[in-house]
């Protein structure tokens, strides 16, 4: 936990939003075929903030956080990460970058223990290869245990002990966003992407969810950004919101500024009505 | 309980190795041959299983990597004068380097679709190797004829009792490296692959290096399988190389339970002795009946299976785990209290704790 202590210092004393950005979004564009899912979308999240990311269904959420972790190509567009394009980057060197996200409908290795999935959340941190490993080379060994220390480190800050060598498949929805969460810290990231944490939780799981993401932050000094439909955990817990609508951000700004922007307003009344 | 079943498993590892190395020095010359097969093929099927079982990559052609093996040992001994030790593990780096390449069409297929890609693959092999532009190498239908390897001077064993001990080590050496693999960071990539691969790639896994160095990595062990077969057999020709053989490594690896690497050993002697069985029993029902062996085959598989769905290995733990928990129940204190329920507690919410 040596991440935890060394960042913990900035951590209360509010985000400094003058530094350069983390995460620089800039007229990013998507189309699917007719569609356009993201239109010139341009936003900033600065490092250790809490972003969330709001917007009626389809407003393109999702699409940004895909095209965030690679799994899309923009047409047009740059996302900076750290100040490098993350366009020159493949999908599987994001985690080596500082990049986790977490999946709508949780994507856990289900055969997998609960150990096992944390472990592989901690895959980078290690070099070895086929050979190294068949091998048991003593580098391979070495790398072994701090993957091992490094799970068993968030297992307990997750309180996944009692879970931890039952398969993530076989575990009820709540505690598989656990463990999702703990998977996604492992390798110790600067920008956690949360998609969704709050779905299918009730009331006071999404109560513990909002202190939960809150002290990961703290902790760590981890940036967030949290697509998520649960408007008042976004409001609770983040430092900045970004409102999308038809994939054009509407409002950028702090949570009470977004709230009462008429734009975001008539977003969430229209498509309610 | 998990140190427990390591203990159990460790026991079971011994106890198989003792009988492994006593065999030779008490059965008789044939059956010391088709213990020789049983090491051989379980040999192909740990690669298989690191592929199939592992990594979800579903291979009907692994017959043609034990055919390049097979061959490949076959040539480098007759035609360059090359010893087995030298010649087998020669062969062996040229099935990498062929899994290896077509790891990469492999790629893009999934599923259904591979096994298609990899069944013509097992299609081919004995018609290119039987091929008839190729018989100054390959010795087309006739095949090649190899000298059987004599024990070391000053050992005093029979070229069997050799040959059997030769695939012995090598099958636990190959069994040591893929244990290795399966249980480190490798085999936990690997898995995940196969269960969610985007997630994967987030965590960092190279999927694609991943995919393909395993195909190459079974691919080898496929090669030794075929390398120590040519030696073991004394005789290499395209007919063992048909698709029957190809499938018998993936019945073989289903019966001795997919992602078991303790399994194939299982899986190895089902797909040795079962046919074997099959025909004596079908001698009961007198010589009209040609295509019994293959119904009582086939109605033995559906047996094992039915009796044990995820296999040998699955159904030996679910055996042992009733054991473990038959001895817990009659311990009820130190059982209870694992943490469970209190983290049932923390996760389901206040009002909801089952």
Same mark, same amino acid.
């Given at each position: 936990?040596?991440?935890?202590?060394?960042?913990?210092?900035?951590?209360?004393?509010?985000?400094?939003?003058?530094?350069?950005?983390?995460?620089?979004?800039?007229?990013?564009?998507?189309?699917?075929?007719?569609?356009?899912?993201?239109?010139?979308?341009?936003?900033?999240?600065?490092?250790?903030?809490?972003?969330?990311?709001?917007?009626?269904?389809?407003?393109?959420?999702?699409?940004?956080?895909?095209?965030?972790?690679?799994?899309?190509?923009?047409?047009?567009?740059?996302?900076?990460?750290?100040?490098?394009?993350?366009?020159?980057?493949?999908?599987?060197?994001?985690?080596?970058?500082?990049?986790?996200?977490?999946?709508?409908?949780?994507?856990?290795?289900?055969?997998?223990?609960?150990?096992?999935?944390?472990?592989?959340? =901690?895959? #980078?941190?290690?070099? @070895?290869?086929?050979?190294?490993?068949? *091998? +048991?080379?003593? /580098? %391979?060994?070495?790398?072994? $245990?701090?993957?091992?220390?490094?799970?068993?480190?968030?297992?307990?800050?997750?309180?996944?002990?009692?879970?931890?060598?039952?398969? =993530?498949? #076989?575990?009820?929805? @709540?505690?598989?966003?656990?463990?999702? *969460? +703990?998977?996604? /810290? %492992?390798?110790?990231?600067? $920008?956690?992407?949360?998609?969704?944490?709050?779905?299918?939780?009730?009331?006071?799981?999404?109560?513990?969810?909002?202190?939960?993401?809150?002290?990961?932050?703290?902790?760590?000094?981890?940036?967030?950004?949290?697509?998520?439909?649960?408007?008042?955990?976004?409001?609770?817990?983040?430092?900045?919101?970004?409102?999308?609508?038809?994939?054009?951000?509407?409002?950028?700004?702090?949570?009470?500024?977004?709230?009462?922007?008429?734009?975001?307003?008539?977003?969430?009344?229209?498509?309610?009505? | 309980?998990?140190?427990?079943?390591?203990?159990?498993?460790?026991?079971?590892?011994?106890?198989?190795?003792?009988?492994?190395?006593?065999?030779?020095?008490?059965?008789?010359?044939?059956?010391?041959?088709?213990?020789?097969?049983?090491?051989?093929?379980?040999?192909?099927?740990?690669?298989?299983?690191?592929?199939?079982?592992?990594?979800?990559?579903?291979?009907?052609?692994?017959?043609?990597?034990?055919?390049?093996?097979?061959?490949?040992?076959?040539?480098?001994?007759?035609?360059?004068?090359?010893?087995?030790?030298?010649?087998?593990?020669?062969?062996?780096?040229?099935?990498?380097?062929?899994?290896?390449?077509?790891?990469?069409?492999?790629?893009?297929?999934?599923?259904?679709?591979?096994?298609?890609?990899?069944?013509?693959?097992?299609?081919?092999?004995?018609?290119?190797?039987?091929?008839?532009?190729?018989?100054?190498?390959?010795?087309?239908?006739?095949?090649?004829?190899?000298?059987?390897?004599?024990?070391?001077?000053?050992?005093?064993?029979?070229?069997?009792?050799?040959?059997?001990?030769?695939?012995?080590?090598?099958?636990?050496?190959?069994?040591?490296?893929?244990?290795?693999?399966?249980?480190?960071?490798?085999?936990?990539?690997?898995?995940?692959?196969?269960?969610?691969?985007?997630?994967?790639?987030?965590?960092?896994?190279?999927?694609?290096?991943?995919?393909?160095?395993?195909?190459?990595?079974?691919?080898?062990?496929?090669?030794?399988?075929?390398?120590?077969?040519?030696?073991?057999?004394?005789?290499?020709?395209?007919?063992?190389?048909?698709?029957?053989?190809?499938?018998?490594?993936?019945?073989?690896?289903?019966?001795?339970?997919?992602?078991?690497?303790?399994?194939?050993?299982?899986?190895?002697?089902?797909?040795?002795?079962?046919?074997?069985?099959?025909?004596?029993?079908?001698?009961?029902?007198?010589?009209?009946?040609?295509?019994?062996?293959?119904?009582?085959?086939?109605?033995?598989?559906?047996?094992?299976?039915?009796?044990?769905?995820?296999?040998?290995?699955?159904?030996?733990?679910?055996?042992?785990?009733?054991?473990?928990?038959?001895?817990?129940?009659?311990?009820?204190?130190?059982?209870?209290?694992?943490?469970?329920?209190?983290?049932?507690?923390?996760?389901?919410?206040?009002?909801?704790?089952?």
């Amino acid at each position: 936990m040596e991440l935890a202590e060394a960042k913990a210092g900035g951590a209360d004393e509010g985000v400094d939003l003058l530094a350069p950005a983390l995460l620089a979004v800039s007229g990013l564009t998507i189309r699917f075929g007719g569609v356009t899912a993201l239109q010139d979308v341009s936003f900033e999240v600065a490092r250790g903030a809490i972003c969330g990311l709001i917007g009626p269904n389809g407003a393109g959420k999702t699409t940004l956080f895909n095209c965030i972790s690679r799994l899309y190509d923009p047409g047009a567009g740059s996302i900076l990460f750290d100040g490098r394009p993350l366009a020159s980057f493949a999908r599987h060197e994001l985690a080596s970058l500082g990049i986790a996200r977490t999946f709508q409908n949780v994507a856990l290795f289900s055969t997998m223990t609960v150990r096992e999935n944390v472990c592989v959340g =901690a895959h #980078a941190i290690a070099r @070895g290869g086929f050979l190294a490993n068949a *091998l +048991a080379t003593p /580098l %391979a060994r070495r790398e072994e $245990l701090r993957i091992a220390e490094r799970a068993d480190a968030l297992i307990e800050e997750f309180g996944l002990k009692g879970v931890a060598d039952r398969p =993530a498949g #076989a575990l009820s929805f @709540g505690v598989r966003k656990r463990v999702e *969460l +703990a998977r996604a /810290l %492992a390798k110790g990231p600067k $920008l956690l992407l949360l998609d969704e944490p709050a779905g299918g939780l009730n009331h006071s799981e999404v109560d513990g969810l909002a202190d939960e993401i809150r002290a990961i932050r703290d902790r760590r000094g981890v940036a967030v950004l949290l697509v998520e439909h649960h408007m008042n955990l976004v409001m609770r817990v983040s430092d900045q919101v970004v409102a999308l609508d038809f994939g054009r951000v509407i409002a950028n700004g702090r949570p009470d500024e977004v709230r009462a922007n008429r734009e975001v307003v008539r977003a969430y009344l229209g498509s309610a009505g | 309980m998990a140190d427990a079943e390591n203990a159990l498993s460790l026991l079971v590892t011994l106890a198989v190795a003792v009988i492994a190395l006593a065999f030779p020095f008490v059965a008789s010359g044939y059956h010391i041959y088709q213990g020789a097969q049983v090491l051989i093929f379980a040999i192909a099927m740990l690669g298989l299983n690191l592929l199939t079982g592992f990594n979800g990559q579903i291979s009907l052609g692994h017959g043609a990597f034990f055919a390049i093996g097979c061959y490949g040992a076959a040539i480098l001994m007759t035609k360059f004068g090359l010893p087995y030790w030298a010649a087998i593990p020669a062969a062996s780096a040229v099935c990498f380097v062929a899994g290896f390449l077509f790891g990469f069409p492999a790629l893009r297929f999934g599923g259904l679709y591979l096994a298609l890609a990899t069944f013509a693959l097992a299609v081919a092999a004995p018609q290119i190797l039987s091929y008839t532009g190729f018989d100054a190498i390959t010795g087309g239908s006739q095949g090649i004829t190899l000298a059987k390897p004599q024990a070391p001077i000053g050992l005093k064993l029979t070229s069997d009792q050799w040959l059997y001990l030769v695939c012995l080590a090598s099958g636990a050496a190959l069994y040591w490296a893929a244990r290795n693999l399966a249980r480190g960071r490798i085999g936990r990539a690997l898995i995940a692959i196969r269960d969610q691969p985007i997630a994967a790639e987030t965590m960092g896994v190279n999927a694609a290096l991943y995919k393909t160095t395993c195909f190459g990595v079974s691919a080898l062990y496929a090669g030794v399988a075929g390398g120590l077969s040519a030696i073991a057999v004394g005789f290499v020709s395209p007919e063992s190389f048909g698709l029957s053989l190809s499938l018998a490594f993936l019945v073989g690896i289903v019966v001795g339970g997919l992602a078991s690497l303790g399994g194939v050993l299982f899986g190895a002697l089902f797909i040795e002795f079962v046919p074997n069985i099959a025909d004596q029993l079908s001698v009961n029902f007198g010589e009209s009946a040609k295509a019994l062996p293959g119904a009582i085959y086939g109605a033995l598989l559906i047996l094992v299976m039915a009796a044990m769905p995820t296999g040998v290995a699955g159904g030996a733990r679910a055996a042992t785990n009733a054991v473990m928990r038959w001895l817990a129940s009659s311990r009820p204190i130190e059982v209870a209290n694992d943490g469970g329920a209190d983290v049932a507690a923390k996760y389901e919410g206040k009002g909801e704790s089952p």
